[in-house]
């Protein structure tokens, strides 16, 4: 099996609830959605950050696994993108010998029922200001990948909302009413460089409902990848 992978690299991981811990990241390419603010580009080749290497894509499932069971120090290995769920079977076909974190758009309900397996979810719930169109199907998709994939004694998993300045507050809140049986907790990431003044008025509306956080992407102000 192989993979369209853009980049493999260590670093901390920057967002979320497990902001700061070591991880290796395998950055697919390729994206089913289209967000206004994505900061994210795909080299053609996959640049392996970790061994110095330039590779040929598509990229073979041995090579990723060799990759992954030669990490050091790691918490777990970042599957993100792009979007990973892209790339189930292949993400699904490989051994499970560190802890799997799936970084998610969370809109293809058919490719996650295949990553059961994973350990950590990151899962982005999109806000409509995020997407140019066809915003109501890709949320009760987004309601059901989250169902699929939700918070249990085995796993945990959790939703980022990505936040500009102005937003629907109602909107937001109605969203997150959605899938919040499904989440262990909730975390507002500013786009980047944004005004964070309404985003601290949702989270204090939105602690009524859930465990709300406020963490911008870390690794920008680090100056790390
Ligand atoms: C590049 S995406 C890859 C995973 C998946 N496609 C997704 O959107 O969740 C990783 C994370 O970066 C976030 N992100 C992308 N561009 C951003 C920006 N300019 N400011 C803040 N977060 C951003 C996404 O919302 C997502 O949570
Ligand atoms: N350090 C670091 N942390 C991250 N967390 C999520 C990322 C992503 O692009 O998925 C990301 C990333 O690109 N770099
Ligand atoms: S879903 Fe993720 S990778 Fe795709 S465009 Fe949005 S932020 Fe970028
Ligand atoms: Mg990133």
Do not use: W
Not at 202 to 213: G, H, I
Request: charged share 30%; hydrophobic share 35%.
């Amino acid at each position: 099996m192989r993979a369209n992978i853009s980049e493999i690299f260590y670093s901390i991981q920057g967002e979320g609830i497990f902001c700061g811990v070591r991880q290796l990241f395998v950055r697919f390419s390729g994206c089913n959605l289209d967000c206004y603010y994505c900061d994210t580009q795909y080299s053609e080749k996959c640049v392996d950050y970790a061994s110095g290497r330039e590779l040929e894509n598509p990229v073979g499932i041995d090579y990723v696994q060799r990759v992954i069971d030669s990490a050091t120090s790691i918490h777990s290995v970042s599957f993100t993108g792009g979007e990973p769920l892209l790339y189930a079977d292949f993400i699904s076909g490989l051994e499970k010998t560190r802890t799997f974190y799936l970084e998610s758009n969370m809109s293809l309900p058919e490719e996650a029922r295949k990553l059961k397996h994973v350990d950590i979810v990151a899962g982005d719930l999109k806000v409509r200001e995020a997407l140019r169109a066809g915003y109501e199907e890709i949320y009760e998709r987004t309601v059901e990948t989250f169902r699929i994939l939700r918070d249990s004694k085995e796993r945990v998993t959790f939703a980022k909302i990505v936040l500009p300045e102005q937003f629907d507050f109602e909107d937001v809140m109605a969203r997150a009413e959605g899938i919040s049986d499904y989440v262990r907790c909730f975390v507002l990431q500013p786009v980047f460089g944004s005004d964070v003044r309404n985003i601290l008025k949702l989270q204090e509306k939105m602690l009524e409902l859930a465990d709300t956080r406020v963490i911008p992407q870390v690794h920008k102000y680090l100056g790390v990848r």
